[in-house]
């Protein structure tokens, strides 16, 4: 995953000349009850709860407390479920792509099953966004953010191909981080946790060194760096591993609960970003 992948997204639509607004619970309410429908009718399962605008979706496991407002929508698509769903037409994507590939180098391409799957992922992506703008909401093919406008304003909402097992890793707390803003999750809080993951240690056999052999993925949870094993994915188990055995998976979708989670550890705790003043 690449940060720049989502690091406020809504820029996207404002580098177009698009005037973005930013999205209150009343905003995100009404684009749920246009757009879910009209994934739910494509047999699209959408996880909601994503970001800073999910905390205000009904089913957020911690609320929506003390936020006003957020940049953008993000909604939480299963790479399998699109794929079933949109069954990838290369042939008919590579055809609309403004620079398509040739017949010997998607040949070569399709040979190749790493890049079959990011082709064929497209092409699914592709047919998405398609389906998305015949039914009114404008949608980028490449990044599918979909441009959603209501009572006089539009919004930015991005559609994102997350694996479904890991959709509660992108769901956070923002009730004490009252400030805390998406993007932040990619500077602060999801660095800490790599770096967190990297001081379970291990002895390497053969030079004795001592090295990390975890790391974080925010779309695999917890994975050993030498076999790539998915060591833990549920929120609570990476909760207790991370942080403290008695620690939750809410402890996990703040900085304010990382550092209480980390109080009685001063050496981990003295490693995290300076707290600022809310």
């Keep these: 995953m690449r940060i720049r992948d989502l690091f406020e997204a809504g820029k996207r639509l404002a580098s177009q000349g698009v005037e973005v607004s930013r999205v209150n619970k009343e905003d995100f309410l009404t684009a749920k009850a246009a757009l879910d429908p009209v994934l739910k009718k494509a047999g699209i399962v959408g996880g909601w709860t994503a970001g800073g605008a999910g905390s205000f979706d009904p089913e957020h496991p911690y609320g929506g407390g003390g936020r006003d ?3 953008d929508i993000d909604i939480m698509i299963d790479p399998t479920n699109l794929a079933e769903r949109f069954p990838p037409d290369v042939e008919a994507y590579n055809a609309a792509s403004k620079k398509p590939i040739g017949p010997k180098a998607m040949a070569t391409a399709m040979a190749d099953p790493a890049k079959k799957a990011k082709i064929e992922m497209s092409a699914s992506k592709w047919a998405l966004a398609t389906y998305m703008s015949e039914n009114g909401f404008p949608t ?3 990044t599918l953010t ?3 406008g209501a009572g006089g304003k539009t919004f930015s909402v991005d559609l994102l191909i997350r694996p479904r097992n ?9 009730s004490t981080d009252k400030t805390m803003r998406g993007g932040d999750l990619w500077t602060q809080m999801y660095p800490v946790l790599a770096k967190l993951a990297s001081q379970k240690t291990f002895i390497d056999p053969k030079t004795g060194e001592e090295k990390g052999n975890l790391q974080f993925s925010p779309d695999r949870g917890l994975v050993d760096r030498d076999t790539n ?3 833990a994915i549920d929120k609570n188990d990476i909760a ?5 055995p008695q620690a939750t998976a809410r ?3 703040s900085m304010t609960g990382i550092r209480n989670a980390l109080a009685k550890q001063p050496q981990k705790l003295a490693q995290l970003p300076q707290q600022q003043t809310q």
């Design 251 to 253: 402890d996990l979708a």
């Design 240 to 244: 207790k591993i991370l942080l403290n």
């Design 69 to 71: 407002d957020s940049g």
């Design 229 to 231: 094993k998915v060591i």
């Design 140 to 142: 980028d093919p490449g």
């Design 166 to 174: 890991s959709w509660e890793l992108h769901t956070h707390d923002f």
């Design 146 to 148: 979909v441009e959603y």
